[in-house]
């Protein structure tokens, strides 16, 4: 999709692994397999799932939860995040896409809100309150962990 290009513009040299938060069919997810040897799609959606699961890629797609799913903190060098923010409790999403960063580790979300307030408290919960590094690429802000 239109992101997507700047998406994986982003991924940082050497990424090993990434994940696609709200993988819908999959589109990123497999956009990101060909930046990153292992990339994992998590739905909530069953037809989505399946529908992802019928294209011939070497994505591991998980039906369920990313907010409990038992993913291993600091375990992905990229997390990706397209239009799905909006459908959980924005803090607990942003806190969650944190804690499963590797330090040095890309979070790349498109679809958060514009407000100042918003975009302000996503960088605290991101970043701290001395972010490492955070740039922003209208619309999209990138924040390495």
């Given amino acids: 999709m239109h992101y997507h290009p700047r998406i994986l513009h982003a991924v940082p040299d050497g990424a090993r692994r990434a994940l696609d938060v709200g993988c819908g069919e999959g589109m990123l997810a497999r956009d990101l397999r060909q930046a990153v040897p292992q990339v994992i799609g998590i739905d909530l959606d069953a037809p989505s799932i399946d529908q992802a699961r019928e294209q011939s890629d070497d994505v591991d797609y998980v039906l369920g939860d990313f907010l409990t799913h038992p993913f291993e903190p600091a375990s992905f060098d990229v997390v990706a ?7 959980m409790d924005a803090a607990s999403g942003l806190a969650r896409m944190r804690d499963l960063l590797r330090p040095g ?11 100042t307030s918003a975009t302000q408290a996503g960088e605290r919960l991101l970043c701290g309150s001395t972010p490492l590094q955070a740039r922003k690429l209208r619309p999209i802000r990138f924040c390495v962990r």
């Fill in 81 to 87: 995040s397209v239009a799905t923010l909006h459908h």
């Fill in 105 to 115: 580790g890309v979070l790349a979300i498109i679809g958060l809100a514009r407000s």
